[in-house]
């Protein structure tokens, strides 16, 4: 397989189709999963973008949804529960030729990996996280996650939910995301063309794709998600920070799912700043963590 150098610069091109891109791993989740169709979603858009696999990484959590590197042919590393973000940017830090594909759930990143998302925003690390927000915990059996609806009973919570919802699409926002993005899983159509413009894009890219668990999330099925789910209109100014926080809370007001585009920026990423920094330093013109090491041996 002969790779080019794919004009991002970042991404090497090949001509492959989406079944090239996938493992023959017996399938693990249940039938009716929106797992599914993210899986699909990023298939296709590996596919179109040409990249060549020994140049892609998929780094995963814990959860059904950070099991999708299983059926992915690429490097792959599925790391401790809501840790795929600190692994992710060591790994794109340390090389950062290669495309790094997150994927993983709304427990895994939104509960106990919380507290490294807005890092992941504000340090513009350049990557694509994909959520597959169920609203759920699907793997331990259905409890109630940080973007669980009061209205449903869970296993923690039989009575119905006392909080309020995370919304991961304001979060990311507030959090200084450059490249932010919604699709109900089901929709494979925009959800691969989000991932495809997210993994070009240069930068911190975050896609959430509301992905049905039909097992152990009764209220939030895919009809549910597809009938709330709404495109953005035309004119929706994706690089305008204030029209993206107002398209959100207008649509949340409404008791809709905005999706689309919501907005896209360009900002320095974390490894542009650090190869200026080990410029000023330490005289390298190009980033490389290799050289750096040997910099620090006695
Ligand atoms: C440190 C730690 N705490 C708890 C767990 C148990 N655990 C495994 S997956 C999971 C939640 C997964 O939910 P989510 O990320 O939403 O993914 P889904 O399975 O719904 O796709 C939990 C609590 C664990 N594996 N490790």
Same mark, same amino acid.
């Given at each position: 397989?002969?790779?080019? =150098? ?32 993210? /899986? ?13 696999? +020994? ?5 995963? $959590? ?22 795929? $973000? *600190?692994?992710?940017? $060591? ?8 495309? %790094? ?16 998302? #807005?890092? /992941?925003?504000?340090?513009? %690390?350049?990557?694509?996280?994909? =959520? ?5 915990? $699907? ?22 939910? %006392?909080?309020? #919802?995370?919304? #991961? ?18 929709? %494979? ?18 896609? +959430?794709? =509301?992905?049905?668990? *039909? ?16 495109? =953005? ?17 207008? &649509? ?11 907005? !896209? ?7 542009? !700043? ?21 910099? &620090?041996?006695?």
């Amino acid at each position: 397989m002969n790779a080019i =150098l794919h004009p991002q610069m970042h991404l090497h091109k090949v001509e492959l189709k989406p079944k090239d891109y996938k493992t023959d791993a017996p399938s693990f989740w249940c039938a009716g999963c929106g797992h599914y169709g993210v /899986l699909t979603g990023l298939l296709r858009a590996l596919a179109e973008i040409g990249i060549d696999q +020994n140049y892609l990484v998929n780094v995963s $959590g814990i959860g059904c949804s950070s099991r999708l590197p299983y059926f992915v042919n690429s490097y792959k590393m599925h790391t401790l529960h809501g840790r795929a $973000g *600190p692994v992710a940017t $060591g790994v794109q830090l340390a090389r950062p030729d290669l495309s %790094v594909v997150i994927t993983g759930g709304d427990g895994d990143g939104f509960s106990i990996g919380g507290g490294h998302m #807005p890092h /992941l925003a504000r340090k513009n %690390v350049n990557m694509i996280y994909i =959520l597959m927000d169920n609203h759920v915990y $699907g793997l331990t059996k259905g409890q109630c996650s940080p973007t669980s609806r009061p209205e449903m009973q869970t296993t923690t919570t039989p009575y119905g939910g %006392v909080e309020e #919802p995370l919304d #991961p699409i304001m979060y990311m926002l507030t959090y200084g995301a450059t490249y932010v993005a919604q699709a109900f899983a089901g929709n %494979v159509k925009l959800a691969s063309q989000l991932i495809k413009d997210g993994m070009e894009h240069k930068g911190f890219a975050f896609v +959430n794709l =509301l992905s049905q668990c *039909p097992s152990f999330n009764n209220i939030d099925t895919a009809q549910t998600f597809k009938d709330a789910c709404e495109q =953005l209109p035309d004119d929706h100014d994706a690089s305008d920070l204030g029209a993206a926080m107002n398209a959100v809370r207008a &649509a949340k007001q409404a008791c809709r799912i905005p999706t689309g585009l919501i907005y !896209r920026t360009e900002r320095p990423t974390l490894d542009q !700043r650090m190869a200026k920094l080990v410029e000023n330093v330490g005289g390298h013109k190009d980033y490389d963590l290799r050289k750096i090491i040997d910099l &620090a041996r006695p």
